[in-house]
């Protein structure tokens, strides 16, 4: 024989949401909780009555009685940055300086990063973490542009035009001689 269903002490809250529910994840969690209850459904049962897998019925059930309901704006329980050394805040923060530098010319050289990261941190991380950190923010490591920040077009195209021409041929010393020697 199979257990009795669990949450009897929070069916009246989850008849309470499913007369309240405005989406239809919070109807479903509702539902997980009073159909076995009220009904006496098994697991499968109610999982095909709601159109979950039976592992998500009994997620959202177990979510309702511990307190935390579906569509509630409290910490998520899945995804997000669980070891972040910073808040992606203060990670633009540290970077600024350094991002700002490299956008007018500079060079990012991570050597230079890195300790100011740990200094900030109050210990050691991995070169990795660094690299992870910059490409958060969407630096890469490319190639040299085209033409350097500071270059002048106006000036390069005079030169161009006033340049002294070098063709092969006054490039050569004398006649051309053929030597069967």
């Not at 579906?70 to 300086?97: I, M, N, Y």
């Not at 950190?133 to 542009?145: Q, S």
């Amino acid at each position: 024989m199979s257990r009795p269903p669990r949450g009897q002490d929070v069916l009246d809250s989850a008849l309470q949401a499913i007369a309240s529910a405005t989406t239809i994840e919070q109807l479903r969690q509702a539902q997980a909780v009073v159909l076995p209850l009220q009904y006496g459904m098994n697991l499968e049962q109610t999982a095909q009555a709601i159109g979950l897998s039976k592992g998500w019925t009994c997620r959202l059930r177990n979510q309702f009685i511990a307190g935390s309901a579906v569509g509630d704006k409290g910490k998520s329980v899945r995804g997000g940055r669980r070891r972040e050394h910073f808040t992606p805040e203060r990670e633009a923060e540290l970077l600024k300086p350094f991002l700002e530098s490299a956008s007018i010319g500079g060079i990012l050289v991570v050597s230079q990063i890195k300790p100011q990261l740990e200094m900030a941190l109050g210990r050691e991380m991995a070169l990795s973490s660094v690299y992870k950190l910059l490409h958060r923010h969407n630096w890469r490591k490319l190639a040299p542009d085209k033409r350097h920040p500071r270059s002048n077009p106006v000036a390069q195209e005079d030169w161009k035009k006033n340049s002294p021409k070098h063709s092969p041929k006054s490039a050569r010393t004398g006649p051309k001689t053929n030597r069967s020697d």
